[in-house]
């Protein structure tokens, strides 16, 4: 054997071109914890020419192979070229970008430590090494005598004790081939390119006719569910305990980890005698396995007696706060809980004073008992007193030092704390001067803060030398305003009244005494450092997104003059500048502007009392502003576009398309962008071009794409070249579809609305309408469609379909109160997911009752009071069954209602059954459109006052029959809808209309005038909305509403249920809701009682079969809480369509203003509206008042 020592070197095969070293010869590694391995990602490319040839590989770390040593035969070498992770796709997040330059990886190891996120990303359960602890890779081995040698046999080892089916066989490297290390790593990556193994080393050792090349392999499976049974603590908890998670993957040595994990982890939480069981059971499909923990945890171990430990002198000043302690007798002895209550305690504690307390504990164990010992050291207790301030008072100061919130609570810091809270305020020469009394062991010790107000400094002036071009000086101005109204206090609008002014309106004449000045506080005339910075790096970014992509903005400088030491007390005579300080606005040789040279210090005063110099009030602050030369895009240019139309398996839908389009030409690739050669290059409108294209890649199932820009300038820079720089990845193809959290419902029903298919690329628009599709089942509070291991691009991934399921049944008890319905009771239950199936089941009860007081209406009124109490109670019953599939597709549902109802209004009092079944197709987001058809029993009744007879001629004059019918009505509405919020929207529009046709029958055939009500009924709306600012918004709403009813018989009818009315926030708010009288409606009632009969108010119903309402509403953001609206209203109604006049003298105007305050459920608004023109005869108010939530 001694001749052959030589050839039974142990040889490294497989991890060399991995970026990883050979251990030394006679040095053997037990296969490492892939999470050790994966832990350093920085340790890669010791031979960065095969990085770039299979960057899936990069990532191991050999150097933590050989830290645990175990005996073996010498002629073993481990080399593991798959231990980038227990999942060997789960690889290299950004390979393409190793493999781009691969010359850059491994000549300097420092380069790629230095950029870690070009290289594998470790999994999320292990921390990073450090970069002082990744040791330095060495040169890999020689293969000496067997280089080159034949292979005469191919062995397959598998590891373990668990999962040892036989291998696949080796196809990738042949018998007779030379023996190399790619030979070896070809090998092992067949091997782990089956999916069975998570790991896989490699050896070899002489034979007769040549080398023997054998592979050893470590079995994984993935874990499809988990089981666990008995489990006393938190399911995830312990699944992170365990190290464990669905859809990972564990081996045979992980597996018998994962019950001593768990004992652990329970021994620390409090069960000590926990025991585990472990199981790992196999399904049908052989890669996956079902991993059943079953968990008893026995008895915990609890707090028998709790015991404070703390100085008796600390403890009087503690009080009862120590008794707030989270933990006590009876709790479980959770050592993680326990240090959470230190914690909690600590910061309590600091809350209330003592900033510098400590808490600690220990728990002894005293036979059955065990004994809790909570040590407080609470130290001195600090309590915060104010000497100087006279603009503000010591509640204010303390408010602001923030102690029980923030953390940093040494004298210094707190000192800066009020500091800058009195620089926001105008005061920017304060000062603070912290002082801290007492020693350290008095109980109490008082924090003392003298502070020197100095005068409020306002910024009078802000100029800006070299300015030039498109945006001006009031432009500039009005963005740092917008950040300073942002930053700072006193931009809400509020003042408080100078003292000084009301004691001279109100007050006594005499024996008054003085008024101090409030402080006025002007974000807008305060100056801040910090948010200057921030407002100038904003100016920055808005002259490069115009292209001014050398400008030169600040810095800030504050110019200040000195007070003359003649001075009178309270005034400041500035002395005249020793120095003046012109713009230079210089540029270099190639025209680019340089920033300016700094203001002299003499031209900024700065007070210093002992040296008796004060300074003026007021500032200038120059800020120069140098744009520079504007550069025009004048080309577009591409790399990296390859695209999928040359390859020659596509699909037809493929083919079509590059056939069609010319997909990934830099035509169509411009098209895309949309930036306009000849333009000023925009920062923003090339981001955003960028966005499109990467989007467009994405669509086309480049789901790793990624886009960059470059912007090639001239040398004089006012032209650019933008260069977009394509990395495509390869196209990803969707290798399954995996529904998770969807415990209560039907996946098929799920995977039906899901555009996305097996073997077809992974398109982001198709995933998107999926969700929105998934969403509108109704179980469902989140749904989200995402690629498996979304950071490791793969060509072939699974994608997840995850659901976040609501509660399926609900009670909702509702009471409230208007002014409209007056008190409300309502009760609902429902259930979202019958079966499994997403069908939805609602029942709803809803009563009202309206007290009298509450109709402001006087004919109202009266008939309200001459109704009978059940009459009076109104009532809303409804139940309805909502079916998200009937088999039409996804766009398409059901619904199924009924209802009871008993409505009173102004004129008429109705009562109604009807069963609704509606379709709804809803092809886009924005649009919907349903068909209902309605069989209803309606009971109409108007109310009648002492002359019946008069009030039905009028009635049959106006067509508006009464009494119990048979309704059959079909309807037909579409809406499409931009709107950013259906409550308060800000910009887009609303299309709306619908016809409906009813035909209805007098129930009992009492040989009424109107045998039978046929019409048409016609509605319509549309609304935009004009935003004129940036959030907050300043808006213009605009609406245009309208109906008509058409008559499809001679002697048809209107039920009034189904009349037009206006009036209230909704319509015409200078009239109480649906109380306006029709325009033709006086003449009308005259013409049916003849010349010598006396039509009263109360005799003409309200309501009509045209109407027509336009509306528009400005609305004035005043704070980020309140906004106030400015409107017109008009329109009006008519009972014949033969008396309709659009002649806008016509029609009735409604003019006001309201008050908005916004919400989380939406706007409240209260709105006044003046009537311009009240119509004496019809007895009309000058307005009315209105509340509302949410607006038109």
């Known amino acids: 054997m001694a001749r052959f020592r030589h050839a039974l070197a142990p040889l490294l095969l497989g991890l060399v071109p991995l970026g990883a070293s050979a251990t030394p010869t006679r040095a053997e590694a037990r296969p490492a914890n892939p999470t050790q391995v994966a832990a350093n990602p920085t340790q890669v490319a010791a031979n960065p020419t095969q990085v770039a040839a299979r960057p899936t590989q990069v990532g191991t770390n050999p150097t933590q192979v050989a830290a645990r040593p175990t005996p073996a035969r010498p002629t073993q070498v481990a080399a593991r070229p798959a231990q980038v992770g227990t999942n060997p796709t789960q690889v290299a997040a950004r390979p393409t970008q190793v493999a781009a330059n691969p010359t850059q990886v491994g000549t300097n190891p420092t380069q790629v430590a230095a950029n870690p996120t070009q290289v594998a990303a470790a999994p999320t359960q292990v921390a990073p090494t450090e970069a002082t602890d990744v040791p330095a890779l060495r040169e890999p081995i020689a293969l000496g005598p067997l280089a080159g040698k034949p292979i005469v046999d191919i062995e397959i080892v598998v590891q373990g004790d668990r999962w040892l089916a036989a291998p696949p066989p080796i196809t990738r490297v042949k018998r007779g081939e030379p023996l190399s290390a790619d030979a070896a790593r070809r090998a092992m990556r067949e091997l782990l390119g089956s999916g069975r193994f998570a790991r896989a080393w490699a050896e070899a050792h002489l034979a007769a006719n040549g080398a023997v090349l054998r592979i050893s392999v470590l079995p994984r499976r993935r874990i499809a569910t988990i089981q666990i049974t008995g489990g006393a603590l938190d399911r995830q908890d312990t699944l992170e305990a365990a190290g464990v998670s669905e859809g990972g993957e564990i081996t045979a040595p992980g597996l018998a980890e994962v019950a001593p994990r768990l004992r652990a982890f329970y021994a620390q939480h409090g069960y000590p005698a926990a025991r585990v069981a472990v199981r790992a059971v196999d399904t049908d499909d052989g890669a996956q396995i079902v991993l059943a923990l079953d968990i008893e945890a026995g008895a915990p171990r609890t707090v028998s007696q709790r015991v404070f430990v703390v100085d008796p002198r600390a403890d009087r000043e503690l009080g009862a706060l120590k008794q707030r302690y989270r933990l006590g007798v009876g709790a479980r002895i959770d050592e993680p809980a326990f240090a959470e209550a230190d914690r909690e305690m600590a910061d309590l504690l600091r809350r209330n004073g003592f900033h510098y307390a400590e808490v600690s504990h220990r728990v002894l164990a005293v036979g059955p008992n065990n004994y809790l010992y909570v040590y407080l050291q609470p130290g001195s207790r600090i309590v915060p007193a104010f000497d100087g301030n006279r603009a503000f008072d010591d509640d204010a100061l303390e408010a602001a030092l923030e102690l029980g919130e923030a953390t940093a609570t040494r004298p210094g810091d707190l000192a800066d704390r009020l500091r800058s809270f009195y620089i926001e305020r105008g005061f920017l020469d304060a000062e603070v001067t912290p002082s801290l009394g007492g020693t350290p062991a008095d109980p109490v010790r008082y924090l003392v803060f003298t502070i020197r107000e100095h005068e409020q400094v306002r910024v009078t002036k802000r100029v800006f030398p070299c300015l030039t071009g498109e945006l001006s000086a009031d432009d500039l101005g009005q963005e740092i305003e917008s950040f300073l109204e942002e930053d700072l206090p006193g931009a809400d609008g509020f003042s408080i009244p100078d003292p000084r002014v009301v004691a001279d309106l109100f007050g006594p004449t005499r024996g008054a005494g003085g008024r101090s000045r409030p402080i006025e506080l002007n974000p807008a005339m305060t100056y801040v450092q910090e948010t200057y910075d921030r407002a100038l790096k904003h100016l920055r970014d808005l002259y490069f997104s115009k292209g001014y992509l050398n400008a030169v903005v600040g810095p800030v400088s504050v110019l200040r003059a000195t007070c003359a030491r003649r001075s009178p007390k309270g005034a400041c005579l500035p002395e005249p500048a020793k120095e003046r300080v012109t713009a230079q606005c210089r540029t270099d040789a190639l025209g680019l502007p340089l920033p300016e040279p700094p203001v002299p210090p003499a031209l900024t005063c700065r007070p210093d009392p002992a040296k008796h110099i004060t300074c003026a009030p007021e500032v200038t602050l120059r800020i120069p502003v140098h744009p520079g030369p504007q550069t025009q895009l004048y080309d577009l240019a591409f790399e990296g576009n390859k695209g999928f139309c040359g390859q020659a398996d596509l699909n037809a839908r493929d083919r079509r398309f590059c056939a069609e389009d010319a997909p990934f030409s830099e035509r169509w690739l411009g098209a895309i962008a949309d930036l306009e050669v000849g333009q000023p290059l925009s920062t923003l409108a090339l981001d955003a071009a960028r966005l499109r294209i990467l989007d467009a890649y994405r669509d086309l199932g480049y789901a790793f794409a990624e886009v960059r820009t470059d912007i090639e300038p001239s040398p004089d820079r006012t032209r650019a070249r933008a260069r977009f720089i394509i990395a495509e990845r390869d196209r990803v193809t969707v290798k399954g579809l995996v529904v998770k959290g969807a415990t209560r419902t039907d996946e098929r029903l799920i995977l039906r609305r899901v555009l996305l298919r097996e073997g077809a690329p992974f398109r982001q628009s198709q995933a998107r309408l999926s969700e929105e599709r998934i969403a509108t089942l109704g179980p469902f509070s989140s749904v989200s469609i995402a690629l498996e291991d979304p950071d490791v691009p793969q060509k072939d991934k699974r994608v997840i379909i995850s659901v976040v399921e609501q509660l399926p049944q609900y009670l909702n008890p509702q009471i409230g109160f208007s002014t409209g319905e007056g008190i ?226 001679a002697e048809s009818g209107t039920y009034p249920d189904r009349l037009f009315f206006l009036g209230g926030v909704d319509s015409l708010r200078s009239h109480l809701a649906e109380s306006l009288y029709p325009e033709d409606g006086l003449d009308e009632a005259r013409r049916a009682v003849g010349s010598g009969g006396n039509v009263e108010l109360y005799d003409i119903p309200r309501g009509g079969t045209v109407v027509l309402n336009p509306r528009a509403e400005l609305r004035v953001p005043l704070t980020d809480l309140l906004q106030l609206g400015l409107f017109l209203d008009a329109g009006n109604l008519w009972v014949r369509a033969r008396n309709v006049n659009l002649d806008p003298r016509t029609l009735r105007y409604a003019l006001g203003a309201g008050l908005r305050v916004n919400t989380p459920i939406g706007p409240l608004a209260l709105d006044y509206g003046f009537n311009l023109a009240p119509r004496e005869e019809l007895q009309e108010g000058t307005g009315a008042l209105h509340f509302s939530v949410g607006l038109f």
């Open 824 to 1049: 409300r009771f309502a009760f609902e239950y429902g259930h979202r997911n019958i079966g499994g199936l997403a069908i939805g089941l609602t029942m709803r009860i809803q009563l009202s009752y309206l007290f009298e007081f509450m109709i402001p209406d006087a004919t109202a009124r009266r008939h309200y009071e001459n109704l009978s109490g059940d009459l009076q109670l109104e009532r809303r019953n409804t139940v309805s069954i909502t079916l998200p599939d009937i088999g039409l597709g996804p766009l398409v549902s059901l619904s199924l209602s009924g209802i009871d109802v008993r409505d009173n209004q102004l004129d008429f009092g109705f009562t109604k059954q009807a069963l609704i079944p509606a379709i709804t197709y809803r092809p886009r987001r924005a649009v919907t459109t349903q068909l209902a058809v309605s069989t209803e029993l309606n009971d109409v009744g108007f109310f009648q006052d002492t002359d019946r007879e008069k009030k039905s001629d009028i009635l049959n004059q106006l067509r508006m029959p009464e009494g119990k019918t048979i309704a059959l009505a079909q309807r037909l509405d579409a809406s499409w809808d931009t709107r950013d919020s259906p409550f308060a929207a800000t910009e887009g529009f609303l299309l709306s209309g619908g016809v409906e046709h009813v035909d209805a029958f007098d129930r009992d055939d009492t040989g009424s005038a109107f045998r039978e009500s046929h019409f048409l009924r016609f509605t319509g709306r549309v609304s935009g909305y004009i935003p004129f600012t940036e959030r907050p918004s300043l808006v213009l709403a605009l609406s245009l509403s309208g109906g008509y009813i058409q008559p499809l018989v």
